[in-house]
């Protein structure tokens, strides 16, 4: 299941999405690459790391899953409920909508390099010290 809303128009996280962030954020922890092939089980084709802009925005033509509240959501560090910190998002396109997972530990900024969308293929993260977490075959720049 995907985002919910709550009453103060703010997503909170479903029990898939802390389970994915949880998965996340040890990942990142541990400062090594992290494959999305493996954290988001499933037949996705492209992922968008999604900061300061709507998923809705990056992949236009696309619609929600059934159940996705957080596809038309500007997300932002205000974007989630209290107790749920962030401003990051990862956007997964299946074959019968887009899934959010809202990430507690990441901050995407639009115009760095992490904000963009990859193929599956290309879905892996590293963390480089003069920018951060990026798409590992992006270089700046491009």
Do not use: Q
């Not at 997300?75 to 990051?88: K, M, S, W």
């Amino acid at each position: 299941m995907a985002a919910a809303l709550s009453g103060c128009e703010k997503a909170s996280m479903s029990d898939a999405d802390r389970a994915f962030d949880t998965a996340f954020s040890a990942a990142m922890n541990r400062g090594l690459p992290i494959d999305l092939v493996a954290l988001e089980t499933g037949p996705w084709s492209l992922v968008c790391a999604v900061g300061e802009e709507r998923p809705a925005g990056m992949m236009p033509g696309e619609k929600a899953r059934l159940g996705e509240g957080a596809f038309d959501e500007f997300i932002d560090g205000a974007f989630l409920a209290p107790g749920d910190p962030g401003g990051g998002a990862l956007a997964f396109r299946y074959p019968d909508g887009v899934e959010v997972r809202p990430l507690s530990h990441l901050t995407i900024n639009m115009g760095s390099p992490i904000n963009r969308c990859v193929a599956r293929r290309e879905a892996v993260l590293v963390n480089r010290p003069d920018t951060g977490w990026r798409f590992r075959d992006y270089p700046v720049g491009d």
